[in-house]
Nanobody, 122 residues
Framework: QVQLVESGGGLVQAGGSLRLSCAAS????????MGWFRQAPGKEREFVAA???????NYADSVKGRFTISRDNAKNTLYLQMNSLKPEDTAVYYC????????????????WGQGTQVTVSS
């Protein structure tokens, strides 16, 4: 079992930055494919970024060049650095663990956090 707790969300102006954290307990994050997903009101949950045990990373085209996924194995924590934020980035952001393959597919993940709200004002 893995427990995931996200933090770091909030309200920011367009062009600003936020760093989301996902603290994991139960298993080492280095063991898993870890991912970030987001869900805006009235929309389906969508892939944002993933990191594999090899540190290979993947990003959605909409965030490529602006967001960076990383992990600190010593702290057993996953991060999402979000720069140049846009109003369309507004969503609840979820951390997920134990994905499959490149990490794009949400149903492949076994564990999910409760989500943290990110709101970007124009």
């Amino acid at each position: 079992q893995v427990q995931l707790v996200e933090s770091g969300g909030g309200l920011v102006q367009a062009g600003g930055s936020l760093r989301l954290s996902c603290a994991a307990s139960g298993r080492a994050v280095s063991s898993y494919v870890m991912g970030w997903f987001r869900q805006a009101p009235g929309k389906e949950r969508e892939f944002v970024a993933a990191i594999r045990w090899s540190d290979n990373t993947n990003y959605a085209d909409s965030v490529k060049g602006r967001f960076t996924i990383s992990r600190d194995n010593a702290k057993n924590t996953l991060y999402l650095q979000m720069n140049s934020l846009k109003p369309e980035d507004t969503a609840v952001y979820y951390c997920a663990a134990d994905g499959i393959g490149s990490g794009y597919y949400a149903p492949s993940y076994a564990y999910w956090g409760q989500g943290t709200q990110v709101t970007v004002s124009s």
